[in-house]
């Protein structure tokens, strides 16, 4: 009877997460460079905004699952609390796209009244947030639903692909543990910083400097990696 599961068993979970919110954030990305159209053909910043869209995203799954492949991959080893690791992974996957998906519905709302994508001091300086929601889908009704509507399907489809009732049924293998451990969590590390110089300041809003418009600028990063950045800012530098 199998008692221990190997690196892969694990690390199907954080490849399936990389690939559903580098491929999400590249669509609504696309979405918004057709948007603002006008701006990116003025500024010729149609491959830079891509590419450094891409280290934000990268940056973004740094943020999300460093905690996960490290203490999660930890946790999977040993018997008594291999169950803790299948929920706090999980968890954290799962509340990370939830995140992900929140923040990017909001965006437009934010680009267009204030020109900037949400940071956590930005959303917390909103005055009346229901409000806000209220008289979003009186003005909005029919794109905020199909939002919605999109949302709920994309988590129900990733619920159903991370296949808890098989996830961690064992203890993952001590060297299958330690691998995605050490790995995992240098990889994380390394995308977070975004720089092979471990030395100089980790990747900030600062570098989605692609253009002279701000909007295009704003629309180079995601909304998540924004908020995320604005909590964890002080032990990043």
Excluded at 150 to 179: D, N, Q, V
Aim: net charge positive; aromatic share 10%.
């Amino acid at each position: 009877m199998k008692s221990s599961l190997p690196a892969a068993h694990l690390l199907r979970q954080f490849l399936l997460f990389a690939l559903v919110v580098v491929f999400l954030l590249t669509m609504v990305r696309a979405s918004y460079a057709l948007w603002h159209f006008p701006a990116l053909e003025q500024t010729n910043a149609f491959l830079p905004l891509f590419l450094q869209g891409l280290r934000f995203d990268l940056s973004l799954l740094g943020l999300i699952c460093i905690v996960p492949a490290v203490l999660g991959s930890f946790l999977s080893m040993f018997k008594p609390t291999r169950g803790i690791a299948k929920w706090f992974i999980s968890c954290f996957l799962f509340g990370g796209l939830i995140l992900i998906l929140l923040s990017e519905l909001v965006t437009p709302w934010f680009l267009e009244n204030m020109g900037v994508r949400p940071d956590l001091d930005l959303l917390l300086s909103v005055e009346s947030p229901i409000q806000t929601v209220k008289d979003l889908f009186a003005n909005q009704l029919i794109p905020a639903v199909i939002a919605l509507v999109l949302c709920a399907l994309i988590l129900l489809a990733y619920l159903a692909r991370m296949e808890l009732s098989r996830f961690l049924r064992f203890p993952l293998s001590k060297s299958g543990g330690l691998l995605v451990l050490l790995v995992g969590g240098g990889l994380s590390a390394l995308a977070i910083r975004s720089k092979l110089d471990f030395t100089a300041a980790a990747m900030g809003p600062n570098d989605a400097q692609i253009s002279t418009d701000t909007t295009v600028n704003e629309i180079a990063m995601n909304s998540a990696y924004k908020i995320l950045y604005s909590i964890a800012a002080p032990f990043l530098n």
